[in-house]
């Protein structure tokens, strides 16, 4: 008999997800995945002036924060007919591939690393063999045994206090770990140090955007002027300061993310083979090199690959009617006419239809509506987006620079292609991205230095930003990569306003229910099969998910048994 394990929250992500995993037999037989809050800026935005909508966009979420305001500046952007200067698409490729470097190893080390690594197995370690295998790996410079003995020694204070702190709540001694402590120290050890180096990625930001968390943006292109002689603008001093952030945040991925990836995976090469999920994957694409009317020259490629076909690539058009439609069968909302029919986003609708158990509940009506994500879909088919879609895409299309890492990858660790469907690829693939994320920064900084050498300082088209000039009704589309994967904005102008406005995010199109044809979004189909050794300590089960890097956006909410609004948190 089935037994229903709900796990709610699903805690080391971004957002309130609930899953609902029935497992027999000691493996996922079925799987419903929840988002429990409620987002509604499609409300926020209606009536507001367009060229503001990438503020309000920009804090769907605390963590992708610079990639909402960059599908919201191109949405207005494409609905208009607007241009941007070289200078600024260079500065916004910049400012996406620092949020990807600091995102990915922050998911990596906080946010799965306890998927894989037991911190507590650690205290058992001997600090000069994990010296010994980081020096194997790496040339990473903090590798002796005195500084491995003193993390041990830092983590042992935790346990002998008997607070765990941040390494609190968690499965250790779970018969899924697999890594001897040597390596689990290694692994705590540089957890550490990517909390301190994440925050010097993100200063990336506040360079080019003012501020970070939410940095700046423009319609037209970037806020910041440059005049290599002027304090106040995007100056020599500046410029080299992004320079040498890039240039720690490629040695940091380079030589402690990769090498722990690696050998963390080979430990685990059994996962090669759990949670697949779906055969389909769609990428919007991103990195213009040639600006953003030519996808052709992104170095992430557009495309879908349909049943894991990598021989064939098919076309994404984001203004097709019939191509990107979301359902709302079973979630809490409804469409005008009847919820059966999938709605393009430019005649989407967000209105709320909560018919669902109030808190607290024992188990969702997933006969019914049972989320507040709706479902979209690639004409009618669901489609896994994230990092293992694009390199699929990418390594798909023949592009040698992907091939090489990824093959490089499969051959250390001694695994076929097909190893890539799957939880650990998934895992794999983010950090493989980053990889080339990395020196893809270096050739973007070195093409904004080369255009500022030959005299073009432009960073803003302001041919447009008159309403007076725009034509009566206009629509547009922001297609972008977000961290978590396809990422688009969708909006109706009408009069010099927002007429409609529609976000379908990266965890729509993973973390959502079914379709009125029964068809499982990516969460629910990744989970069957999935072992599960302990019920009560869903490890496995976490793993997978997490392996999607889960962010369902910002809100938070207390309520009584009653149902009644008791708090609200706001962070300052």
């Given at each position: 008999m089935a037994k229903r394990i709900v796990i709610d929250p699903i805690t080391r992500i971004e957002g309130h997800l609930r899953l609902e995993v029935e497992v027999q037999g000691g493996k996922v037989t079925d799987a419903y995945s929840s988002g429990t809050m409620v987002r509604g800026f499609e409300i926020i935005l209606k009536g507001r002036d367009p060229r503001d909508a990438w503020a309000f966009c920009e804090r769907a979420c605390g963590v992708c924060t610079t990639v909402h305001a960059l599908a919201s500046v191109r949405t207005v952007e494409d609905a208009l007919d607007i241009v941007v200067p070289p200078n600024a698409e260079l500065i916004r490729n910049l400012m996406f591939c620092a949020q990807y470097m600091q995102d990915h190893v922050v998911h990596?080390?906080?946010?799965?690393?306890?998927?894989?690594?037991?911190?507590?197995?650690?205290?058992?370690?001997?600090?000069?063999?994990?010296?010994?295998?980081?020096?194997?790996?790496?040339?990473?410079?903090?590798?002796?045994?005195?500084?491995?003995?003193?993390?041990?020694?830092?983590?042992?204070?935790?346990?002998?206090?008997?607070?765990?702190?941040?390494?609190?709540?968690?499965?250790?001694?779970?018969?899924?770990?697999?890594?001897?402590?040597?390596?689990?120290?290694?692994?705590?050890?540089?957890?550490?140090?990517?909390?301190?180096?994440?925050?010097?990625?993100?200063?990336?930001?506040?360079?080019?955007?003012?501020?970070?968390?939410?940095?700046?943006?423009?319609?037209?292109?970037?806020?910041?002027?440059?005049?290599?002689?002027?304090?106040?603008?995007?100056?020599?001093?500046?410029?080299?300061?992004?320079?040498?952030?890039?240039?720690?945040?490629?040695?940091?991925?380079?030589?402690?993310?990769?090498?722990?990836?690696?050998?963390?995976?080979?430990?685990?090469?059994?996962?090669?083979?759990?949670?697949?999920?779906?055969?389909?994957?769609?990428?919007?694409?991103?990195?213009?090199?040639?600006?953003?009317?030519?996808?052709?020259?992104?170095?992430?490629?557009?495309?879908?690959?349909?049943?894991?076909?990598l021989s064939k690539i098919h076309e994404v058009d984001g203004k097709n009617p019939q191509q990107i439609q979301e359902f709302v069968a079973h979630s809490w909302y409804e469409y005008a006419g009847g919820d059966a029919a999938g709605k393009h986003p430019w005649d989407g609708e967000t209105k709320f239809n909560f018919t669902g158990p109030k808190p607290p509940y024992d188990q969702l009506s997933v006969e019914g509506k049972y989320s507040w994500l709706k479902t979209p879909r690639w004409n009618g088919k669901p489609m896994e987006v994230g990092p293992l879609a694009r390199l699929l895409v990418a390594y798909a299309g023949g592009r040698e620079d992907v091939k090489e890492v990824v093959d490089g990858a499969l051959k250390k660790l001694n695994v076929p292609v097909t190893a890539?469907?799957?939880?650990?690829?998934?895992?794999?693939?983010?950090?493989?991205?980053?990889?080339?994320?990395?020196?893809?920064?270096?050739e973007f900084y070195a093409s904004l230095i080369a255009n500022i050498k030959n005299g073009d300082s432009r960073t803003h088209n302001g041919e447009k930003w008159d309403p007076a000039a725009w034509p009566r009704e206009a629509r547009g589309v922001g297609l972008s990569e977000a961290p978590r994967g396809a990422l688009a904005h969708w909006i109706v102008i009408k009069d010099g306003k927002i007429d409609n406005y529609q976000l379908v995010v990266?965890?729509?199109?993973?973390?959502?229910?079914?379709?009125g044809a029964g068809q499982r979004s990516s969460y629910e189909a990744?989970?069957?099969?999935?072992?599960?050794?302990?019920?009560?300590?869903?490890?496995?089960?976490?793993?997978?998910?997490?392996?999607?890097?889960?962010?369902?956006?910002?809100?938070?909410?207390?309520?009584?048994?009653?149902?009644?609004?008791?708090?609200?948190?706001?962070?300052?």
């Open positions: 990596f080390y906080h946010l799965h690393a306890l998927d894989w690594v037991d911190v507590v197995s650690a205290l058992k370690a001997d600090p000069a063999k994990t010296s010994e295998i980081a020096r194997s790996i790496s040339r990473w410079p903090k590798s002796s045994p005195n500084y491995f003995a003193d993390v041990q020694k830092r983590l042992a204070s935790f346990v002998q206090s008997g607070q765990l702190g941040i390494f609190a709540n968690a499965y250790w001694g779970h018969p899924a770990f697999k890594l001897p402590p040597e390596v689990n120290l290694l692994g705590t050890a540089h957890y550490l140090e990517a909390l301190e180096w994440q925050k010097e990625m993100v200063k990336v930001h506040t360079i080019f955007g003012g501020k970070n968390p939410h940095p700046n943006y423009l319609v037209g292109g970037v806020p910041c002027p440059i005049n290599i002689d002027d304090s106040n603008a995007l100056n020599s001093e500046r410029l080299s300061y992004v320079k040498s952030i890039l240039d720690e945040g490629k040695t940091f991925v380079e030589q402690v993310y990769i090498p722990d990836l690696l050998a963390i995976a080979s430990f685990y090469k059994d996962w090669g083979a759990v949670g697949g999920g779906l055969s389909n994957y769609l990428v919007y694409g991103d990195l213009p090199t040639n600006g953003i009317r030519d996808p052709g020259k992104f170095k992430f490629p557009r495309g879908v690959i349909l049943d894991r076909d890539l469907f799957s939880t650990l690829g998934r895992t794999a693939a983010r950090g493989l991205e980053t990889l080339l994320i990395a020196q893809w920064a270096q990266p965890s729509t199109w993973n973390a959502s229910p079914r379709d990744a989970l069957l099969g999935t072992p599960v050794a302990d019920p009560e300590q869903p490890l496995e089960i976490l793993r997978t998910i997490h392996s999607f890097d889960p962010c369902i956006a910002c809100a938070v909410h207390v309520y009584d048994e009653k149902g009644r609004s008791v708090a609200r948190v706001t962070a300052l």
